[in-house]
């Protein structure tokens, strides 16, 4: 049967965006084919936001065949932060069965060659931004994100990550010319003549296991890259977090069809409770590319066990600021109070440590004592959270239960500053719903070392009372070398200052932002612009998304053969 999606047609209608993210990369400059705004869904065949949550409410109590291979039972039990189960059936598949069917599209899909494979996988993200109000009710139920942050983090803004990671997957196998003559002179005797082929080729099954808080937004940066260079992919979601993947999986499998290649080579793996399939599957033979994000605990494991595959780990890191001084305390203040509320702290890049000089900072409205920000910070995350309806709309809702514990226990830690609020949503009362909490420290006393250089995962930060910028400087590398970061932030108005942490920065590998008082935050990146993490601190060892991210997913294979003159001599 013909292929309902032909290799011409998905060339043609792709190339431009394909050539648009190229040239983005490069450049660096702002863009985005995905609109952020809701309003902008539901022309053109997509779903409208009223489409959008009747097909995310009609998922209820269905179960989610994907008609893969090897399913051997049904999984369910994924629950919502906000409450509702979502009563969501899903295949859970034999390995032993799956894997092997899904190598078997690889050498088609090998021989699709880049450009193709980069179309196919640009039809596959525009048909899930097509459903994108959909996903935003998936990605706000299985991770507690509110709605707004759901719908652009989730949506538009992963959907960049994904098409971000497939420019970058062609532009790296077609560094490499698919053909080449090579011509060597010999003087007097005739030329050495090779005809060289060279192709990129995969090297297996990338499997990419899931997050509970951004499962797109970190699940397809590699997944699109595996793909688009050529490897079947098996999703393995997290165990709170499926529906999201799910339906990601479900969107591929029909585009792959539609195209002609076989639809196992995009597949889930759900899991039975307590199963740690991940554990199992990562060091299976077939598997050749890992992608994770998650606990420093299991990324090290996979890192030290999966050594048959190529592993993209992102961890958990310390994120610190530096206060040393600013020329817009409000704007500060602000931009603080918004990073640190933000998804209530459940975010790899919230700040955790704030280092103040204990003797107090330079402001636009003169000097302020440690003790002065500290309490004005505090006031400007109440100021922003004060209504609750609003605070509810920033701060959604915690993901498990261990942050709960954390948060309640922040008394344990030291001089609460800041006391975590707690507040009833007004649609979803059995969400659990909190207000970041700040803690008072001392940098220079080493019991309290234990408390801030470790990560607390949540609405949780500490005002850590510095000696000297010089101090703050010293601790920030100590912190990132030991500890890794996926981002940092200094607010300086002296360029002695701005220029140590620039190179405390450089020398430990840890992305900074400087004095953003305005409306961009530390805890924010722009796809084909800014780097998510760096890959050279302990927080993650690949950044999102560089060359070097995709690169190793593929290796060039050379076919050359001899030309032989069959040209009579005299």
Partial sequence: MAAELTAHSLIAEHRPTLDRALEAITTRAYWSPHPEHPKAYGENGGLDATAGKAAFDALSGTRFDLGQPGTDGWVDGESSPYGPSLGVGYPHADPDTLLPAMEEGIPAWRDAGPELRAAVCLEILGRIGDRTHEF???????????????????????????????????????????????????????????????????????????????????????????????????????????????????????????????????????????????????????????????????????EANARQAQVFTEKAGVNTVIVESTDDYRGMLANLAFSLSLYSGQMCTTPQNLLIPRGGIRTDQGPKTFDEVTADLARAVDALLEDDARACGLLGALVNPDVKARVESVADLGEVVLASREITHPEFPDAVVRTPAIVKVDGAKPDDEAVYLSERFGPISFAVAVDSPGHAVRLLRRSVREQGAMTVGAHTTDPEVERAVTEACLAEAAQLSLNLTGGVYVNQTAAFSDLHGSGGNPAANAALTDGAFVASRFRVIEVRSEEHNTSESA
């Fill in 136 to 302: 935003a009710h998936a990605v706000m139920h299985t991770s507690g994100q509110a709605f707004m942050m759901a719908f652009q983090a989730g949506g538009p803004h992963a959907q960049d990550r994904g098409l971000e990671a497939i420019a970058y997957a062609y532009a790296e196998q077609v560094r490499v010319p698919a053909s080449a003559r090579w011509v060597k002179p010999q003087g007097k005797r005739d030329p050495l003549t090779l005809t060289k082929r060279f192709t990129p080729v995969p090297r297996g099954i990338g499997l990419v296991i899931g997050c509970n808080t951004f499962p797109t937004w970190n699940g397809y940066p590699g997944l699109f890259a595996s793909l688009a260079t050529g490897n079947a992919v098996l999703v393995k979601p997290h165990p709170r977090a499926v529906l999201p993947l799910a339906l990601t999986v479900r969107i591929a499998r029909e585009v792959l069809g539609a195209s002609g290649f076989d639809p196992n080579l995009v597949c889930l793996a759900a899991e039975r409770p307590g199963e740690g399939i991940a554990k199992t599957l990562a060091v299976r033979p077939e598997i050749r590319v890992v992608d994770y994000t998650g606990s420093t605990e299991f990324g090290d494991w996979l």
